[in-house]
């Protein structure tokens, strides 16, 4: 069984950081698209930042890059997920998840349908 579990999220100034880590166990050995995605009150939830498992190809929504990195390494044999967030606005208030779908042929998107592992979300609070 899949299991994603989001952690890192808190309350923050204008301009602070906050780094996110998702753990995630019960991947198949196999390519994943690994990403970021954020739903702030009242609005829809989109896409943050995406990278897939074993690379360093990445990519971000254009609200967020130059600001926040994705980021994954290895615990145990499983992947962990980060999303390092710099220079944070309080429009970048939300709940974030940290999303799965194995993509072995697939590019990685953005595209919340195209994903079907979730993690139960970390909140991020940014005060001005």
């Known amino acids: 069984q899949v299991q994603l579990v989001e952690s890192g999220g808190g309350s923050v100034q204008t301009g602070g950081s906050l780094r996110l880590s998702c753990a995630v166990s019960?991947?198949?050995?196999?390519?994943?698209?690994m990403a970021w995605f954020r739903q702030a009150p009242g609005k829809e939830r989109e896409g943050v930042a995406v990278?897939?498992?074993?690379?360093?190809?990445?990519?971000?929504a254009k609200t967020v890059k130059g600001r926040f990195t994705i980021s994954q390494d290895r615990d145990n044999g499983n992947p962990v997920v980060y999303l390092q967030m710099n220079s944070l606005k309080p429009e970048d208030s939300g709940m974030y998840y940290c999303?799965?779908?194995?993509?072995?042929?697939?590019?990685?998107?953005?595209?919340?349908?195209?994903?079907?592992?979730w993690g139960q979300g970390t909140q991020v609070t940014v005060s001005s």
């Open positions: 990278e897939p498992t074993g690379t360093e190809i990445t990519l971000y």
């Open positions: 019960g991947l198949l050995n196999d390519r994943y698209c």
């Open positions: 999303a799965a779908v194995r993509a072995r042929y697939t590019a990685c998107t953005m595209d919340q349908d195209g994903y079907n592992l």
